[in-house]
């Protein structure tokens, strides 16, 4: 069956260390998404992908880049980890148009100390 | 500023009762709305979408309903069961810019 998988699913690292979060779907989505979910907040858009070589910026993009070199996957790197970007990620893809629903991973806990 | 307000913020009911969640937005120009729900610990699934001319949706035992014109919705569910124990995410998508805005969620707890 086609689907979304993140890794990892839980992650600990130190502020200032570099961190790639995998995303990878099997479902051919041109349209892919990262958001981080904290209490207190709904879901907030970090950055999102139309397309192969696609990048654009969402609300909270400070801090992290993504790159898409294929279909499949959105990899989010946290350039120099703070400790405000502990959260729980959510990565999420979707077909062509926008209006069509998304479909979202399993996230990732992320911890910075 | 596009807004999702949800509410309330927590509900406990019994097993088998009914509940109706409420959400109030003020995204525009308006293309749809969304539930979704997401167990402890897992990603948001999708429940419904409504379009600007769609009132009432329903997936099982869950139904929507939208009115645009006051910029409200509801989520009723029905007949609850210990599994409806999560949060529920009301999202808009706004034409302009294809966004989507979150609210924060209920979280719902079914109790035996």
């Known amino acids: 069956d086609a689907e979304i998988t993140q890794s990892p699913r839980h992650k600990i690292t130190e502020t200032g260390r570099q961190v790639t979060l995998a995303c990878h779907q099997t479902?051919?989505?041109?349209?892919m998404f990262w958001y981080r979910q904290d209490l207190g907040h709904g879901l907030r858009l970090i950055h999102y992908s139309y397309g192969v070589q696609d990048t654009n910026k969402g609300e909270v993009s400070d801090g992290y880049s993504v790159s898409r070199s294929n279909t499949e996957d959105l990899p989010l790197t946290l350039e120099s980890a703070a400790s405000s970007q502990t959260s729980v990620y959510f990565c999420?893809?979707?077909?062509?148009?926008?209006?069509?629903?998304?479909?979202f991973g399993p996230g990732t806990r992320l911890l910075v100390l | 500023k596009n807004q999702v307000e949800q509410s309330p913020q927590s509900l406990i009911i019994l097993e088998g009762k009914n509940c109706t969640l409420q959400c109030n937005y003020t995204v525009s120009p308006f293309s749809n709305l969304r539930w979704y729900k997401q167990d402890t610990g897992r990603g948001p699934v999708s429940l419904t979408i409504?379009?600007?001319?769609?009132n009432t949706k329903s997936n099982g035992r869950y139904t929507a309903t939208l009115d645009a014109d006051t910029k409200q919705s509801s989520l009723h569910i029905t007949a609850s069961q210990l599994s409806d124990s999560a949060s529920y995410i009301c999202?808009?998508?706004?034409?302009?810019?294809?966004?989507?805005?979150f609210g924060g969620g209920t979280r719902l707890m079914v109790k035996p």
């Open positions: 409504m379009t600007f001319s769609e």
């Open positions: 999202v808009v998508l706004n034409n302009a810019g294809n966004m989507l805005t």
């Open positions: 479902w051919n989505h041109n349209n």
């Open positions: 999420a893809s979707s077909p062509g148009r926008p209006q069509e629903t998304q479909y």
